[in-house]
């Protein structure tokens, strides 16, 4: 006799709920697989008042999102970890849902316990029947759809802003999302990617050669969940702003360990050392940025965050030595909407000013 | 040649190798003044807003030995042997200070056991950038580390003094040793704990190898070497002391979560968690340490009066186990 039905669970990030919901389908045929609900200002409400109070607002926003799908039923749910205080979330975030009264299974992805065959150990655990061949072919699938949506948003990213039909793009993001929950192997996969790239590239666009540009840096979570920093790439969007961002989940989990000497190297003489997490990344992504002569560069994280803050020195004299200004956005549950918006407004004003000068 | 050491951060974790290691070699050495209000507001304001309270305090303590000697040192840890890692503040400190004081020299040393930079390689690295050969600099290494070794032996011996004490209520300060030891910022909690009467026991100078071992009966994944150490400082002495209090600086990264752990899952003693920031006022400190300590003695008075008349040492202590 089977056993109740086991219900997994995972936070948000971005649009990344989708290959997850796919991989996670594929291993656990048997097992119900339920993202969280979408993140709206009640899971940030939820998160808050049961978190400790000054601890960064992405563990605000996973806590709550735990919260809303256990009360919808979830009984497994996973938490990855690594890197700074990302590292140490997931015992916390157990300890206070038991503490709710909820009862599961929590999962802990540690990133230095995380290999393929531990993976698949664990999935093992919760109940797949695959066979570890199986497992590591939709693996791979996953990781290979991860990297494709990364490419094709950072493609909607620098152009969503020129289109000439409203809300082509996002129409179609939406479909070639659609197009991926239909896909079950490398073939599926590649014809989507062929498919999706050709239609996203013959949408129409009027993209001026010397548009404004800029480009966002930051703490990992705050730049890739939209909700968190108030859809700011949108807004940039909405004034017909180029927007470039680097980190996304392929750098971090597949890059990242590669260049990190070189990105050392690149950051110059601003940096000696690691200073934590993706710091490194942020100062050498402004100092790139600003030589590659973009107009602005905004820098997003969570209040206190502390690599990111530390990097912030950095940014400071990179700002002054390129003459490229930089907006210092920090988010919190307290965060007002209304704030980012003004800020952001005068940002752009000041730029297109600059641009208007140099003209 | 003048080095100068800040008073602050890991100064009081390794002031006394620093020292002997420099003097040992034949420099001078400058150590900044205890803080004061000048020196945070020094700090302040050569500090991004949202740093941490002691970096902040550093950055103050850094500025007042420019001009004042030829190097300053600031060291730069990433991470110890196994799986010990340091709050990232400490993996940039060196770098901050070179970006914010462009003219000042800064002598920095490196501690990454995984990256394969040890101690010994770190400071044998540094007699060489004072141009000293490298037998002088070992030897100075292995005579700074005994100084270091004695320091922290007298620390745990004036502990081991005051826990054997009777005669007070004895509240244990967990608490980074930047915090707690700071004249500006700590002093005045344990200052004002000890009018009261209490014994203040500091968890910093616990056993640090017991203590390592005793924190994994706490968290199995926690990283941070220094927030081990105090979390098993807490099992190992719990049950020698009647309250505790968790001195935080705001808005301290491994602290916030740390502290939840603390309060959620060390529950023989009483607890609270008393935060520091830039705008501490004394008087509402003194107000929350006082009910504090008026709390835990009332608590040990009225199991006095249900147990019948009993020394009051020995009450505390029953007071201590519910």
């Known amino acids: 006799m089977q056993r109740t039905q086991k219900v997994i669970s995972f936070p948000h990030m971005g649009s990344y709920h989708v290959p997850i919901e796919i991989f996670l389908g594929l291993i656990f045929p048997d097992h119900r697989i339920m993202t969280a609900p979408r993140i709206t200002k009640r899971t940030l409400e939820l998160g808050s008042r049961y978190s400790p109070d000054f601890v960064c607002v992405p563990f605000k926003y996973n806590l709550g999102n735990y919260i809303e799908a256990l009360e919808l039923g979830a009984n497994v749910l996973i938490q990855a970890g690594g890197g700074c205080r990302y590292g140490y979330y997931a015992e916390i975030q157990e300890l206070i849902l038991r503490d709710l009264g909820y009862e599961f299974e929590f999962i802990k992805l540690l990133s230095d316990r995380v290999s393929p065959l531990n993976l698949y150990r664990i999935c093992r655990r919760i109940g797949t029947r695959l066979s570890f061949r199986q497992f590591v072919y939709y693996l791979l699938v996953a990781v290979r759809m991860v990297k494709i949506i990364d490419e094709t948003e950072a493609y909607i990213r620098e152009n969503i802003g020129f289109e000439t039909v409203p809300r082509s793009f996002e129409d179609l993001h939406e479909e070639f999302f659609k197009a991926l929950r239909k896909v079950r192997t490398f073939k599926s996969l590649r014809a989507v990617a062929r498919e999706y790239g050709r239609r996203f590239r013959a949408l129409k666009t009027d993209k001026p050669a010397d548009c404004l540009k800029v480009g966002v840096v930051g703490e990992l979570y705050t730049l890739m969940e939209p909700f968190s920093n108030f859809f700011i790439e949108k807004e940039l969007a909405k004034n017909r702003i180029q927007v470039s961002r680097y980190i996304t989940v392929s750098f971090l989990l597949f890059e990242k360990r590669r260049v990190q000497k070189r990105v050392l190297k690149a950051a110059g003489k601003y940096l000696k050392y690691h200073i934590g997490a993706d710091g490194t990344d942020s100062v050498e992504r402004a100092k790139t940025l600003a030589e590659r002569g973009y107009d602005g560069i905004i820098h997003l994280k969570p209040f206190g965050c502390m690599p990111e803050v530390n990097a912030m020195p950095m940014l400071q004299n990179i700002s002054r030595d390129y003459g490229i200004p930089v907006l210092y956005f920090s988010f919190d549950s307290q965060t007002s909407e209304t704030g980012v918006r003004t800020r952001l407004e005068a940002f752009y004003d000041m730029l297109v000013m600059r641009k208007e000068k140099c003209v | 040649m003048t080095i100068g050491l800040p008073r602050a951060m890991l100064f009081y974790r390794y002031g006394a190798l620093w020292e002997t290691f420099f003097k040992e070699l034949g420099c001078d050495v400058v150590i900044s003044g205890e803080t004061s209000r000048q020196t945070l507001c020094d700090g302040i304001k050569y500090s991004i807003d949202e740093c941490c309270l002691p970096s902040k305090i550093y950055m103050g303590h850094v500025y007042s030995l420019i ?39 800064v002598l920095d040393y490196n501690i990454d056991i995984a990256g394969g930079e040890t101690e010994l390689r770190a400071f044998l690295r540094m007699g060489l950038i004072l141009g000293k050969s490298a037998a002088h600099t070992l030897s100075a290494y292995r005579k700074a580390r005994l100084a270091q070794a004695a320091e922290d032996r007298r620390k745990s011996e004036l502990q081991e003094k005051a826990l054997s004490r009777r005669d007070g209520m004895k509240i244990l300060i967990v608490s980074h040793p930047y915090n707690n030891y700071d004249r500006l910022i700590g002093r005045p909690v344990s200052r004002y704990i000890e009018k009261l009467g209490g014994i203040c026991v500091f968890a910093d100078a616990a056993d640090r190898v017991k203590s390592l071992r005793l924190s994994r009966e706490l968290s199995e994944s926690l990283y941070w070497l220094y927030n081990k150490e105090l979390v098993g400082a807490i099992r190992l002495l719990e049950d020698r002391v009647d309250g505790i209090i968790l001195l935080t600086a705001f808005p301290c990264g491994p602290d916030s979560l740390v502290n939840e752990l603390i309060l959620r899952k060390s529950l023989k003693v009483p607890t609270i968690n008393i935060l520091l920031d830039e705008l501490q006022a004394e008087a509402g400190l003194q107000t929350r340490i006082e009910s504090f300590m008026d709390i835990i003695g009332e608590r040990a008075r009225a199991a006095k009066a249900a147990q019948g008349p009993k020394e009051e040492a020995a009450v505390l202590c029953s007071a201590r186990k519910r």
Request: aromatic share 10%.
């Open chain 2, 67 to 105: 001009g004042r000697c030829d190097y300053i040192l600031v060291p730069r840890v990433a991470g110890y042997d196994g799986k010990n890692d340091v709050c990232v503040k400490f993996n940039a400190l060196c770098d901050i200070v070179r970006n914010t004081f462009e003219t000042a020299r």
